[in-house]
């Protein structure tokens, strides 16, 4: 018997939800008076971290340790195991992370190895997080799929598409025909389609994974304010240094506006050199709060199992059923954010750079 994606995604979630049901407080772990935390359960599962979490049975973590790599003008370069932290319980090297404060979840440098006090500075952190890990794991699945796709291509290029080609070929002609080429211009659409592809398949595969909540996927990638922000850059610098003189005297002389709103006070340049940074801007928290804010719902609803199951073991049960009903409908709506995210971040990186390409009228 065959099942769909769709069905598969259905029964993880189902076993995801009662797994953790049958650990009601132990799995999302105790607030300060031992009651479950709900607010500690959702952001400790969209936050960055240092050990891929898997699981808790009866109060002990089970995580897969990351490399850690700090480096100091005093201590040098050091490179370990984030499981060295005991979970962020000991120091190592003079290294812990922080608990509270502007820096908690992050590794400050610590007196000693067995001062529960840090000092105030933080090493240079170039760590292998689990966002970090999570992109590296997407990108390894890309070049998987793009290799194998581009090589049948070459081997067969009169053979129409079969097995995973078949799938990735439509959403290649969807990004190249239906966002690209119509926003750009099909005289210099073409140069911008490496960039263009590599960004749309990039945030939608990171997006897929990141509702996958079994190792090595479930990492929060997009909903990362440094991950979209790092998009938005590589997007800012497609932008502008792409634009051509048309693009540039739009901006610092605009033509047919009154000469009041250039000078004395250059009212019209102040706020084109405005809308170059809020384009970036606006991409990078478009896509934060969206993926963001559907992993708080999702990590909400199942939210109800625990709040249920401090009522009454048998009360915690019954609301296993209306948690997994609920989390299916929002898995099943990001699913459709994911690709939707994707879509509007390439669409509008697309149009920014057809207005900075664009020849004069």
């Known amino acids: 018997m065959k099942y769909s994606g769709n069905k598969y995604r259905v029964l993880f979630i189902t076993v995801f939800a009662i797994t953790i049901a049958m650990h009601p407080v132990s799995a999302a772990g105790p607030g300060a008076d031992g009651e479950f935390d709900p607010g500690s359960f959702i952001f400790d599962h969209i936050a960055d971290a240092y050990d891929w979490h898997l699981f808790d049975i009866n109060g002990k973590h089970y995580s897969v340790p990351l490399p850690v790599i700090v480096y100091t003008r005093e201590k040098g370069l050091n490179i370990f195991m984030s499981d060295k932290f005991d979970h962020g319980h000991k120091a190592y090297r003079g290294f812990r992370i922080e608990h509270e404060g502007p820096n908690k979840g992050k590794i400050v440098v610590a007196l000693d190895d067995h001062t529960t006090q840090p000092d105030k500075s933080r090493p ?27 090589n049948r291509y070459r081997q067969n290029p009169m053979k129409p598409p079969k097995g995973i080609q078949s799938l990735f070929e439509p959403l290649m002609l969807f990004v ?64 502008n240094l792409s634009g051509n003189k048309h693009y540039w005297q739009h901006i610092f002389n605009t033509p047919n506006v ?98 900075a390409v664009e020849d004069a009228h």
């Open 176 to 239: 190249i025909d239906d966002i690209v080429k119509p926003a750009i211009g099909e005289k210099k659409y073409i140069r911008f389609l490496p960039y263009t592809l590599t960004l749309f398949f990039f945030i939608w595969i990171n997006n897929m994974l990141g509702l996958i909540p079994f190792f090595p996927m479930g990492a929060n990638v997009t909903g990362n304010i440094s991950v979209t922000a790092g998009l938005a850059l590589t997007s800012f610098l497609a932008i």
């Open 258 to 355: 009154p000469v009041f709103l250039k000078l004395p006070i250059p009212i019209m340049p102040v706020i084109e050199l405005v809308g170059i940074f809020t384009k970036p801007f606006v991409l990078a928290i478009r896509l934060f709060a969206n993926i963001t804010a559907g992993h708080i719902i999702t990590m909400g609803f199942f939210c109800l199992i625990f709040i249920f199951a401090q009522v009454s073991r048998s009360f915690g049960y019954g609301g296993t059923v209306l948690a997994v009903g609920f989390g299916v409908f929002i898995t099943f709506l990001e699913m459709l954010v994911a690709l939707i995210q994707a879509y509007v971040f390439t669409l509008l990186t697309s149009l920014f750079i057809g207005a």
């Open 124 to 150: 240079l952190d170039l760590s292998m997080t689990k966002n970090v890990t999570g992109m590296l794991f997407a990108a390894a699945i890309m070049m998987a799929i793009f290799l194998t796709v581009g």
